[in-house]
């Protein structure tokens, strides 16, 4: 059973940055699929960043350029910088895994997801 664990989130500014953790915990960890979700208030969960297994590396066109995912070597920790942060912005961000995601940012691909960090970003 995966479990997840994000952290990092609060408030910022716009233009600040902030850097999002997800700890990540069972399961061969280092042949699945992680990815950044987020959920602002009445709108859809949407995916921001996935990283796959070899390291390829999908963004949503919103936060191109201003995000960055990564992991670590053990790949049981996985990240999100985010720079120049904007109002939109705003949301409560989640950690996901899936060891069989074939598709990109799909929330319904993801079988493991944590419970979110919410990240306020004020203009």
């Known amino acids: 059973q995966v479990q997840l664990v994000e952290s990092g989130g609060g408030p910022v500014q716009s233009g600040g940055s902030l850097r999002l953790s997800c700890a990540a915990s069972?399961?061969?960890?280092?042949?699945?699929?992680m990815a950044w979700f987020r959920e602002a208030p009445e709108k859809e969960r949407e995916g921001v960043a996935q990283?796959?297994?070899?390291?390829?590396?999908t963004y949503a066109d919103s936060v191109k350029g201003r995000f960055t995912i990564a992991q670590d070597h053990t790949k049981k920790n996985l990240y999100l910088q985010m720079d120049n942060l904007k109002p939109e912005d705003t949301a409560m961000y989640y950690c996901?895994?899936?060891?069989?995601?074939?598709?990109?940012?799909?929330?319904?691909?993801?079988?493991?997801w944590g419970q979110g960090t919410q990240v306020t970003v004020s203009s």
């Open positions: 996901a895994a899936d060891p069989l995601c074939l598709v990109v940012l799909q929330p319904g691909a993801f079988g493991y």
């Open positions: 990283i796959a297994h070899n390291g390829t590396t």
């Open positions: 069972g399961g061969p960890l280092s042949s699945y699929t």
